[in-house]
């Protein structure tokens, strides 16, 4: 009688495991059948290796967000409030960049703190070397003067910058 007890508990056991083995494969089986976010994007951000600034999604100046501000047409009857931009504007070189952060929640806090102090920044993304950087860009200044005097001044904040300039 006891073998017949410890012979049906091991085929419990055995039932049991098969039935964990099977029910582990066909969540592995559905995990792999997910497809997994942001790996288009991140193979074509590896495949960009310039070292020219983006700006973030949503962004002014951001390509996505200029075609739809492009494709957009003003209500009939109301004529368009915004200047034309002309070419003729001499190009400004000068920008100020007040951190670059692996995060780019810290930079858009810092964007906000100076925004708070009346300072206009914009947030841009790099990739260099396979890393993304999101840089607290200040500018630009039309002179190397103008650039130094905000310096100076988020220097008061406690805030250390770097001149850069850009052709």
């Given at each position: ?76 009857g109301v004529a368009n409030a915004l200047p034309e931009v ?22 858009d806090n810092l964007r906000a703190t100076l925004a708070m ?51």
């Amino acid at each position: 009688m006891r073998n017949k007890e410890q012979g049906g508990m091991l085929i419990g056991i055995f039932i049991g495991l098969v039935f964990g083995v099977a029910i582990a494969a066909a969540v592995i089986w559905y995990v792999n059948k997910i497809p997994i976010p942001f790996v288009e994007r991140e193979s074509a951000a590896r495949a960009s290796t310039s070292d020219v600034p983006m700006n973030l999604p949503g962004k002014p100046g951001d390509a996505a967000s200029d075609a739809a501000n492009k494709t957009a047409a003003p209500p009939a009857g109301v004529a368009n409030a915004l200047p034309e931009v002309t070419s003729a504007a001499p190009e400004k070189r000068h920008y100020l960049q007040a951190g670059s952060f692996s995060n780019p929640i810290e930079a858009d806090n810092l964007r906000a703190t100076l925004a708070m102090q009346g300072i206009e920044a914009n947030v841009r993304q790099v990739i260099l070397q396979n890393k993304t950087y999101y840089r607290l860009m200040l500018g630009p200044y039309e002179k190397k003067a103008d650039a130094d005097q905000s310096s100076a001044r988020l220097a008061l904040l406690g805030i250390e910058t770097l001149l850069v300039n850009q052709e």
